[in-house]
């Protein structure tokens, strides 16, 4: 089982062959600029596409406090992703109001531990949509 910066090595050497696929569902490479370091830093992060993005749930398994790859997005837009071979700049927003019951309800059904981490926190677990730039 692959995780953290064993995951993110293997997905990079092997273009994903090893990491894309992962606990049942499929994983992108999420690449962000550290808002303190200004050095890159990359999480493997569960993934669904959506027309021509991504979404991926600052999840952080219902920590209270956000991912750090969330809040350096934030401070950041323009990301890095890499999906298998595939290696693109995206930028980075917070679904609307509007979008996330649709976007929330596809991510559980590829990962339903997400309902589950929403009842941990009083925060409210973001969907992220990753759109190439």
């Known amino acids: 089982m692959l995780y953290g910066k064993e995951h993110v090595a293997r997905y990079q050497e092997t273009d994903g062959a090893e990491g894309h696929d992962w606990?049942?569902?499929?994983?992108?490479?999420?690449?962000?600029?550290?808002?303190?370091?200004?050095?890159?830093r990359t999480?493997?992060?569960?993934?669904?596409p959506e027309g021509d993005a991504y979404l991926v749930v600052a999840s952080k398994g219902g920590a209270d406090e956000p991912p750090l790859w969330y809040l350096n997005l934030q401070e950041n837009p323009e990301v890095e992703v890499q999906v298998k071979g595939d290696r693109f700049t995206a930028r980075a927003r917070t679904a609307t109001p509007e979008e996330k019951p649709a976007f929330w309800r596809k991510m559980a059904a590829t990962?339903?531990?997400?309902?589950?981490?929403?009842?941990?926190?009083d925060r409210e677990i973001p969907v992220v949509v990753l759109e190439p730039v």
């Open 111 to 121: 990962w339903p531990s997400y309902d589950e981490y929403q009842t941990k926190t």
């Open 43 to 48: 999480t493997p992060l569960i993934y669904q």
């Open 23 to 40: 606990q049942g569902t499929v994983t992108l490479l999420l690449t962000t600029t550290g808002r303190r370091t200004g050095r890159p």
